[in-house]
């Protein structure tokens, strides 16, 4: 779990003056995942809270919205695309983000999903294996 100072829009609503009192969300994940393609990966995480900062005003212009999950390609040999991509903020629960991630070549990937705050991220990693596809079309 990182507690960073924050620069990527996705998270640009950072307060300069966190409040000591919070905490990074807590983050939980499903396991390492095999797939062959042309077959998707769905991934899960779930982001909980202490209900800090409260959602409203940012102090940099933006606002706090609760917590929100983005999906990213951390590492792996080809493109992703994920469906979706991010969840709406969500405020005093637990926020679920499921995504379903297609790959575009064979190999090791690692998926990472962020969930902020307003002020505080924190990350889960998910290895995805993508095998070739076994298809029997083959060329001469």
Do not use: C
Not at 74 to 79: E, F
């Amino acid at each position: 779990i990182s507690k960073n100072s924050v620069r990527d829009s996705f998270l640009g609503v950072a307060d300069s003056t966190p409040n000591p009192d919070n905490n990074a969300p807590v983050m939980t994940g499903g396991p390492a995942q095999t797939i062959t393609l042309p077959a998707t990966a769905t991934l899960k995480v779930t982001a909980t809270d202490d209900g800090l900062p409260k959602p409203g005003a940012g102090d940099r212009g933006g606002r706090v919205q609760g917590v929100r999950i983005r999906w990213f390609l951390y590492r792996g040999p080809g493109k992703v695309q994920f469906d979706p991509d991010s969840s709406p903020g969500v405020y005093g629960q637990p926020v679920t983000s499921e995504t379903k991630v297609s790959f575009s070549v064979p190999g090791n990937y690692r998926i990472r999903a962020i969930a902020i705050d307003g002020a505080l991220f924190s990350t889960y990693d998910t290895d995805v294996k993508v095998n070739p596809s076994t298809s029997a079309e083959k060329t001469h």
